[in-house]
């Protein structure tokens, strides 16, 4: 089973935050990071590589998603 990493930044909205977990696939990673307040932002990262960033965005009055965006393409490089 794969090892995933949520990275989340201090960000003025929530402190520094890394979470580890063991899933099937990185889909898990949603309801992982379920928790988290809007605007918070995320990267996630399977063993070494890092397979996309997440933003949790508000998509009406109660309502939130989290928006799945490509990874940067520096990190992708090793760079």
Request: charged fraction near 30%; include cysteine; charge should be positive.
């Amino acid at each position: 089973m794969p090892t995933y990493k949520l990275m989340l930044p201090d960000d003025g909205i929530g402190v520094d935050c890394n979470i580890v977990f063991d899933a099937e696939h990185a889909g898990r990673a949603l309801s992982v990071a379920e928790k988290f307040k809007f605007g918070r932002r995320a990267r996630l990262y399977e063993d070494a590589k890092e397979l996309c960033r997440l933003e949790r965005v508000k998509t009406g009055a109660a309502s939130y998603i989290w928006a799945i965006l490509p990874a940067d393409p520096k990190e992708r490089a090793g760079l």
